[in-house]
């Protein structure tokens, strides 16, 4: 079976500081990654996916990922944090009927 | 932009009550996903339709069931709701395919006292 751990539940950083989020992944075949994100009162839109092209995977509102195999991880990461960026952040992980595994949420807080 | 709409936002039920949760989409999308969203468990799926008529369990479907009569509406069905059923649901659809982005509705909050 497929899933992900994502790494703290919380995350406080200041703002122009760097978001790491950790995403760890478990699959028996090359996987497919994602990550969301839910801004308050919304429901969740995709911020990137994985798709074997590329190790290095950019997405929207200045976030990236990079996939290592080697490490089974597809972290997040944005080099400098803004207020906007306050949301609860999920991995996931397909199966080859699309259904997405999620992980249990990051929740992030950008502070001044 | 593929629309999802979820029907309620927020539902108030008494325990025993039949509820349904009812789901649509505009965008012609073969698969159908319901989701459940617990703080600290993540989302995690109950059911899923990938055609009309059809479905399969997900992860956690004990106390519910579902309905695509239609491709464009998909159903959750609450038979005799409970208090540990209180929580954010969350449908979703996308095309066929194992790397096709899910799209999200805006979610129903549903309390059950």
Redesign the interface.
Known sequence: AQSVT?LG?HVSVSEGALVLLRCNYSSSVPP?L?W?VQYP??????LL?Y?SAATLVKGINGFEAEFKKSETSFHLTKPSAHMSDAAEY?CAV????????????TQVVVTP | DVKVTQSSRYLVKRTGEKVFLECVQDMDHENMFWYRQDPGLGLRLIYFSYDVKMKEKGDIPEGYSVSREKKERFSLILESASTNQTSMYLCASSLAGTNEKLFFGSGTQLSVL
């Open positions: 994502q539940s497919y994602f969301y009162n919304q429901g969740l839109q995709l996916k798709t999920f397909s199966d080859s009927w699309g259904k997405l595994q999620f992980g249990a949420g």
